[in-house]
């Protein structure tokens, strides 16, 4: 999974990073506002942890500029203890929670994983499922029901980013984000290649119809196999 941390202090923010990085997340950084609306924009994050005071745009206004544009990304807010009203504004604006500075990052984790329960993205065990698909992110295993996928690197993470957006279509510059990275030298046919190699080894186990491509846009993972 990839979470998007946006913090001005820069010690603060390496350590965040850190933390989930230990929990096998893949992350980006921002310590400005600015920058950070800019990678939130590219909707490839599966979380994003969000300091609400910073240079530029503030982290309410962030909140507010996504949620217009129907980014449906998990938001924590990260505020001083008297920030009150910055709490309040940011959790109607459309955060799904906050913490107060200082905190433990034990904490941070524990909300994580609750907001992407709440969310759907991931079940009480922090598994991703879809039908018989089941991925153990911790473990960076895949399954069909009990069957090991046995993925390439590059097709586990097609599938998780897939899994974490069931149901909505994922364009190929997203995925090419997601997958391979903003400055990647990859040639974007690479996704239609390695998309290819993933039905491939579902239909082998009778889950390659959840897979559907989206003519001239992307991608999209259905709930049921069956729907057209």
């Known amino acids: 999974m990839r979470v998007l941390v946006v913090e001005d202090d820069t010690s603060l923010l390496k350590v965040i990073r850190d933390v989930f990085e230990s929990e096998s997340f893949l992350t980006d950084g921002a310590a400005t506002g600015d920058e950070g609306y800019y990678l939130a924009q590219q909707a490839i994050h599966d979380l994003i942890i969000l300091d609400i005071m910073l240079p530029g745009m503030g982290g309410v206004e962030i909140v507010t500029l996504l949620r217009s544009q ?7 807010l990260l505020t001083a203890k008297d920030a009150v009203e910055d709490r309040v504004a940011g959790l109607d604006a459309g955060a799904d929670d ?31 499922t879809c039908g018989p698909i089941r991925l153990v992110p911790a473990a960076r295993d895949a399954f069909n029901g009990e069957t090991p996928l046995n993925l390439t690197a590059t097709e586990y993470q097609l599938l998780e980013f897939f899994l974490c957006n069931k149901d909505q279509i994922l364009t190929r510059e997203q995925i090419f984000d997601r997958v391979w990275g903003f400055d990647s030298v990859t040639a974007t046919s690479a996704i239609d290649v390695y998309v290819h190699h993933l039905r491939k080894k579902l239909a082998v186990h009778g889950a390659g119809a959840f897979l559907r491509t989206v003519r001239g846009v992307g991608y999209l993972l259905k709930g049921e196999p069956h729907v057209q």
């Open 70 to 76: 129907s980014m449906l990304a998990p938001i924590i």
């Open 98 to 128: 906050y913490l107060t500075k200082p905190f433990a990052v034990s904490e941070l984790l524990a909300r994580s994983r609750a907001v992407l329960r709440r969310r759907g993205t991931i079940g009480q065990g922090g598994e991703l």
